[in-house]
């Protein structure tokens, strides 16, 4: 494990997977982060595939290949490239069992580092092929939800920020697939406040269309503590727990990528929603923060 630090908050990360495992508030020495055991991963990074693939497989360049759920990153060994007391770069490169999956040489980098009472967190994606890289990007933290304790899960809720017109929503069907359907989400108030509740994820994922979101914010009157997530930079932020339960977390995910659109057949990547194309040479950048208060 591999430990960065400030004045305000103590961050642990797994190099299996490059996860955040703890976030934990240096003054009241509580956990943001979810370890809880009915989902046995805390902030995994999705890659080079967001969700299930059609039949577990997908195509490029006329080729079909295997790619598990969420793609191969978040179970792999990642190298410690550089460190400092609040900031740690890791690194996961192709590799023989990479390309077994995905056939590119490709670098993905991961830079955490503590600002205040801010986690900073940059994507870095090079394609050091011959050949255009197609790709999805997503982060995919839990964080307890009450947060230290206060309240339960339905006194939360999530603001969207800076008050956009009307929030899109993509159609799933069935989950974890897409439909291919967008339409206005009508689970949110006037104030584009959505009170929280377990029911809302029984049929699965919610992802939204986020070109329009600058912000999440996740809060409660009962107590002072809330967690805000700066999101700017990515075209959809999807929010998950698990299916007709009551654990107490939410998943909220900043996605430079989507799931497949449900069909019988491999989805080709060349022309698949959502996904990024770096060229030869080329390195692509995403970052988001998260302020724990």
Not at 3 to 12: F, R, Y
Request: proline share 7%.
């Amino acid at each position: 494990m591999i430990t960065i630090k400030n004045n305000k908050l103590e961050v642990e990360i797994d190099q299996l997977g490059a996860q955040i495992t703890h976030v934990v508030d240096a003054k009241g020495s509580f956990d943001y982060i979810w370890n809880g055991k009915a989902w046995k991963r805390h902030a995994p990074i999705l890659f080079p595939s967001i969700g299930r693939s059609n039949d577990d497989h997908y195509v490029v360049d006329g080729q079909t290949y295997p790619m598990p759920q969420h793609g191969f990153a978040r179970d792999l060994q990642w190298e410690n490239v550089r460190k400092a007391d609040d900031q740690v770069l890791l690194q996961l490169k192709a590799s023989p069992k990479t390309k077994e999956y995905y056939p590119f040489d490709f670098t993905l980098q991961v830079d955490y580092k503590l600002v205040g009472n801010q986690l900073l967190t940059k994507y870095s994606v090079t394609n050091n092929d011959k050949t255009t890289m197609p790709y999805a990007l997503g982060s995919h933290p839990g964080f307890n939800i009450p947060i230290d304790d206060d309240g339960v899960f339905e006194d939360y809720t999530l603001t969207f920020g800076p008050h956009p017109k009307e929030i899109q929503q993509l159609g799933i069907n069935p989950a974890p697939f897409r439909d291919g359907t967008k339409a206005p989400f009508t689970a949110v108030d006037k104030d584009n406040v959505l009170k929280l509740d377990h029911s809302t994820f029984d049929n699965g994922l919610i992802i939204l269309d986020a070109k329009k979101i600058e912000t999440v914010i996740l809060r409660s009157d009962q107590t002072a503590h809330e967690i805000k997530l700066n999101v700017k930079h990515f075209p959809y932020i999807t929010f998950w727990t698990m299916e007709n339960a009551t654990e107490p977390y939410l998943c909220i995910e900043p996605f430079a990528g989507l799931p497949d659109q449900a069909s019988d057949q491999p989805t080709d990547w060349a022309n698949k929603k959502g996904n990024n194309f770096a060229e030869p040479g080329e390195t692509q950048s995403f970052e988001y923060g998260i302020e724990f208060s």
